[in-house]
T-cell receptor
Framework: DQQVKQNSPSLSVQEGRISILNCDYT??????FLWYKKYPAEGPTFLIS?????DKNEDGRFTVFLNKSAKHLSLHIVPSQPGDSAVYFC??????????FGKGTRLSVIA | ETGVTQSPTHLIKTRGQQVTLRCSSQ?????VSWYQQALGQGPQFIFQ???????GRGNFPPRFSGLQFPNYSSELNVNALELDDSALYLC????????????FGPGTRLLVL
């Protein structure tokens, strides 16, 4: 049973436009959400996180939105750059439990 | 400040063999977590070590075991390898327990034939 779902395996976006990556979760006990980015032959790199007490967190070009009632979060990248091309993983945890990851979305930013 | 390192980068084993993977945590970090990432999947938590003690375990059989050393480096041991153990094994370190942000190494890709 997948508790964290990333339903789009891939996404292509034009350079300079907005990239929106989506993530849904089923466990209402999750209270902290993270996005990781992964390049080939490298480990996942922490990008941005959000606590369940917030509905938005912004860091430069990256913004994460959380809709608790819909159990949905999204990562917005504006403007998208070719260097953003990578696999993006959504992850969640509840209390002091381990991270649960989605399957990832491969983002391709086309110049 | 050095990041998380893992060795070896790649490994090929046959079914039934045993394997040991190694991880050096980021300097200043006392916690190491291990994840298995199968092809097309996200990382799946195996277990965590905090100050040399196992501090949480995912849904993996006992043939997956680990160690953490006084310098906070860690080993993942897998006995009686099965074909489904073929995956990327990721190590992540953090300063504290599961609530802290984890920093990942590049992984060890294991192929079981």
């Amino acid at each position: 049973d997948q508790q964290v779902k990333q339903n789009s395996p891939s996404l292509s976006v034009q350079e300079g436009r907005i990239s929106i990556l989506n993530c849904d979760y089923t466990n209402s006990m999750f209270d902290y959400f993270l996005w990781y980015k992964k390049y080939p032959a490298e480990g996942p790199t922490f990008l941005i996180s959000i606590s369940s007490i917030k509905d938005k967190n912004e860091d430069g070009r990256f913004t994460v939105f959380l809709n608790k009632s819909a159990k949905h979060l999204s990562l917005h990248i504006v403007p998208s750059q070719p260097g953003d091309s990578a696999v993006y993983f959504c992850a969640a945890r509840g209390g002091n439990t381990p991270l649960v990851f989605g399957k990832g979305t491969r983002l391709s930013v086309i110049a | 400040e050095t990041g998380v390192t893992q060795s070896p980068t790649h490994l090929i084993k046959t079914r039934g063999q045993q394997v040991t993977l190694r991880c050096s945590s980021q300097s200043g970090h006392n916690t190491v977590s291990w994840y298995q990432q199968a092809l097309g999947q996200g990382p799946q938590f195996i277990f965590q070590y905090y100050r040399e003690e196992e501090n949480g375990r995912g849904n993996f059989p006992p043939r997956f075991s680990g160690l953490q050393f006084p310098n906070y480096s860690s080993e993942l041991n897998v006995n009686a390898l099965e074909l489904d153990d073929s995956a990327l094994y990721l190590c992540a370190s953090s300063d504290g327990t599961l609530r802290e942000t984890q920093y990942f190494g590049p992984g060890t890709r294991l192929l079981v034939l």
